[in-house]
T-cell receptor, first 115, second 114 residues
Framework: DGGITQSPKYLFRKEGQNVTLSCEQNLNHDAMYWYRQDPGQGLRLIYY???????QKGDIAEGYSVSREKKESFPLTVTSAQKNPTAFYLC??????????????FGPGTRLTVL | DQQVKQNSPSLSVQEGRISILNCDYTNSMFDYFLWYKKYPAEGPTFLISISSIKDKNEDGRFTVFLNKSAKHLSLHIVPSQPGDSAVYFC?????????????FGRGTQLTVWP
């Protein structure tokens, strides 16, 4: 089945450690996105990429890094510089070909907890 | 600065009644609007959308209305069912520099009680 997978579902990290969240899609979508959800904050955009080897900062990129070496993969690294990393992280993808109004499809999310 | 606003963090409705969720936006470049539904610990799922060339789009129990002059849209759910209890996010996108990304509101928690 086509879709977006995120792993792991739950992740625990000690303070001061970097951690990488996985996001893979087999929808052949051009664009991929990382969001963070906190209670009462909605979905805030961290990074997004519209083509391979290119990505842009979103609204809250500080303390995060990404790479887009393959069309289907867009891993997010939460670095030790991120002051409040505990959150629910969501990955999404979107088809940019043809229709300009295609919706974003979301993965199931990863809950990151910093101990 | 929040470009998409959902000013009601929560809404409680009795089963069978209408639920109306509201959303306002500030950027006049937005021309495509979406509603997503989200259950706890899951990713949002797309519900319904509307283009700025329309003022209404209907899909079963769900209808979205767009008032461009007021920069306001609303989602109507009729009749409401307990399974509709979730957080609803309004989102917007547009051509030009914003192409490809969505701007989300903070969400409204809908609770439908029997």
């Amino acid at each position: 089945d086509g879709g977006i997978t995120q792993s792991p579902k739950y992740l625990f990290r000690k303070e001061g450690q970097n951690v990488t969240l996985s996001c893979e899609q087999n929808l052949n979508h051009d664009a991929m996105y990382w969001y963070r959800q906190d209670p009462g904050q909605g979905l805030r955009l961290i990074y997004y990429s519209q083509i391979v080897n290119d990505f842009q900062k979103g609204d809250i990129a500080e303390g995060y890094s990404v790479s887009r070496e393959k069309k289907e993969s867009f891993p997010l690294t939460v670095t030790s510089a991120q002051k409040n990393p505990t959150a629910f992280y969501l990955c999404a993808s979107r088809d940019l070909s043809g229709r300009w109004d295609n919706e974003q499809f979301f993965g199931p999310g990863t809950r990151l907890t910093v101990l | 600065d929040q470009q998409v606003k959902q000013n009601s963090p929560s809404l409680s409705v009795q089963e069978g009644r209408i639920s109306i969720l509201n959303c306002d936006y500030t950027n006049s470049m937005f021309d495509y609007f979406l509603w997503y539904k989200k259950y706890p610990a899951e990713g949002p799922t797309f519900l319904i959308s509307i283009s700025s060339i329309k003022d209404k789009n209907e899909d079963g129990r769900f209808t979205v209305f767009l008032n461009k002059s007021a920069k306001h849209l609303s989602l109507h759910i009729v009749p409401s069912q307990p399974g509709d209890s979730a957080v609803y996010f309004c989102a917007a996108s547009g051509r030009g520099s914003t192409l490809g990304r969505l701007y989300f509101g903070r969400g409204t928690q809908l609770t439908v009680w029997p």
